[in-house]
């Protein structure tokens, strides 16, 4: 009797250890992707866990004087000289005013404003601290190293100590974080605008891309004439999905902008952009939903007496609609986290108002990052990595809703 498991090509033995290799070799490339990932989100929100918490100072501040004839900021200087009357040398005043944030006043002027009743008296106020003083309270600066290799002095620590034991310094969840726009001052910029004109941008390019995007898909996968033309621009759509996106936003800096006038760093020029940009993946996800609808569905419609017309529009497309809605979604979480086609249209400028309009001048999340990102600041190094933050929850919203929506939606055959 022959042994198979012996003969040349019939080694099952060796046959399943290759497959252990194999299923071995596959566990071990997730491992260490896991790990990766894991360690660059870790790192991420590591940098970002003090930006959430801000510092505060409570500064008493005389608002009895008139500010047409005193301004809010000289009000804030003689709150802190009156809080350490000893310091009397103008470097050590200097050193004093770094205390608070240099837009100091600024907050007074809106506390004023909310609550004009402050008007007429001394009130303490609690003013943001400036960013180096938050970094040292967050333990984030060395002070082993000699007073000039670092940001903050001798005497501003010792002042910290003070208001530290007097009670006056406390810290407090940053809500402008999330409710401002941006500044110069790391710690008072927030990414509200650029969140508003990332929404913006994505609500014209989901107007555009999708309806435009499905029609042409159903053209050219129900109606199309199978002929050299159709073939070219199927060609052509493949080619569009793998150009870089900065090539999308030359074209919109030449046509949109130049030839068309349209205004500059505004989220509709942004998101004409990333609509021409977001298209071919439309087309293509939109194209292979109709593919997978079965055939017999057409086929049942137009035998009862459908046109061609209904049976792909009442019949096709209501069955293909949640792999089109899947691939949409994909194709808008891809446009929410470009740069490049929106820094060539001019949406990098420095925006602290929160845009009511997509005619007015926005930034984007993504282009926020970028800017925070090439700040020298320490502080605007972890500005950046919160924004990351909100950036991957957006992505990931995005995601999820495409998942649910397609397995609520989507027909089991």
Known sequence: MIDLTKQSGFNLPGRHRAEKRFQ?????????????????????????????????????????????????????????????????????????????????SFEVARMVTENPDLMGGTQTLWLTASDDLDLYVRGKVDTTLPERQRRISDAEIAWVGELQATGQLRRVINWGFLTGGDSREPELAGILSALVGSAYSLAVCFALSFPIGIGAAIYLEEFAPANRLSDLIEVNINNLAAVPSIVFGLLGLSIFLGYMGLPRSSPLVGGMVLALMTLPTIIIAARAALRAVPPSFKEAALALGASPVQAVFHHVFPVAMPGMLTGA?????????????????????????????????????????????????????EKTAAAIIVLLIFLITMNLIAILLRRKLETRF
Request: aromatic residues 8%; glycine residues 8%.
């Open 24 to 104: 071995w070799a596959g566990r071990s490339a997730i491992a260490i992707s896991l790990l990766f990932l894991a360690i660059m989100v870790g790192t991420i929100f590591r940098d970002a866990s003090g930006v959430f918490r801000q510092t505060q100072i409570a500064v008493q501040v005389d608002l009895s004087a008139d500010p047409a004839s005193v301004s809010y900021g000289r009000m804030v200087k003689a709150g802190l000289r009156g809080m350490f009357p000893d310091v009397t040398s103008r470097r050590d005043k200097k050193r004093l005013y770094n205390l608070v944030s240099s837009e100091g």
């Open 329 to 381: 979604i994909i194709g808008m979480a891809q446009a929410l986290g470009e740069t490049a086609p929106l820094l060539m249209i001019g949406m990098v400028a420095f925006i602290v108002d929160i845009p009511e309009s997509i005619l007015e001048p926005a930034t984007a999340l993504p282009v926020q990052i970028f800017l925070w990102a090439d700040s020298p600041e320490r502080a605007f190094t």
